[in-house]
């Protein structure tokens, strides 16, 4: 597994769908500000790479969950992804929106699913995992087992594994921070001295660059 964490790690920085800029943040939707960067959405423009990865989180989900019975995508982010893992598995497919339709059926759990169903949910990023675990909430409350989440990248935040181990919500990711930190600096993306940025970063995301 360790082999794979790197080579994921390797062509998201290849692709640029993560980028670091320790010395030039970006500004996030949240206001936060981020030395990293993240829009897996840009590994599908990549045939070689969707696949690649499409078919790691397939076997994760086959080696981890072999008795699921559906893949779920949270959107908007992970439902491409999603269906791919569902179409390499040969199981059904349905996403979660972040809320309720306020029009047509009101619907937030999108496509054919039953009581009793045993999903496994994909999700592209894991930052503070407050919308993935909503997603989760809103198809439990549907009356569908939540078996686990698999996902793409994790940046590790402490809040979130907290979050994660509150729930009850199982998470396996193909690749994480540490991976990703260390194939950037071993391909020059990043230099050592902007090591302690990076960590000061991932310690409090909230509070960095504010204090």
């Known amino acids: 597994m360790n ?11 290849e692709v640029k769908a993560v980028r670091l ?6 500004t996030l939707a949240s206001g936060w500000k981020s030395p990293i960067y993240c829009d897996n959405r840009l590994t599908l423009s990549y045939p070689e790479v969707r696949a690649y990865i499409s078919r790691a989180l397939a076997d994760l989900v086959r080696e981890l969950y072999p008795e699921a019975t559906m893949i779920c ?12 893992v569902a179409e390499h598995l040969g199981l059904p497919f349905c996403y979660v ?3 309720a ?3 047509g059926r009101g619907n937030q759990i999108e496509g054919k699913v039953e009581s009793g169903d045993k ?5 592209d990023l894991i930052s503070t ?7 989760v909430a809103a198809l439990r409350e ?3 087992e939540v078996l686990g989440m698999v996902a793409n990248y994790t940046h590790q935040f402490a809040q979130a594994e907290q979050a994660f181990a509150e729930a009850g919500v199982e998470l396996h990711t193909l690749t994480n921070y540490d991976a990703l930190i260390e194939e950037a600096v071993r391909s020059g993306v990043v230099g050592t001295g902007e090591l302690e940025t990076l960590k000061e970063w991932r310690q409090a995301p909230d509070r960095w660059m504010k204090e």
């Open 73 to 84: 995508g949270v959107a908007t982010g992970a439902i491409a992804s999603g269906v791919l």
């Open 21 to 26: 800029q320790p010395t030039d943040p970006f």
């Open 119 to 123: 999903i496994v949910v994909v999700e």
């Open 97 to 99: 929106r972040s809320k």
């Open 101 to 103: 339709k306020d029009h």
């Open 142 to 144: 549907a009356g569908l």
């Open 3 to 13: 082999s794979v964490k790197h080579e994921i790690a390797r062509r998201l920085l």
């Open 129 to 135: 995992g407050g919308s993935s675990l909503k997603a």
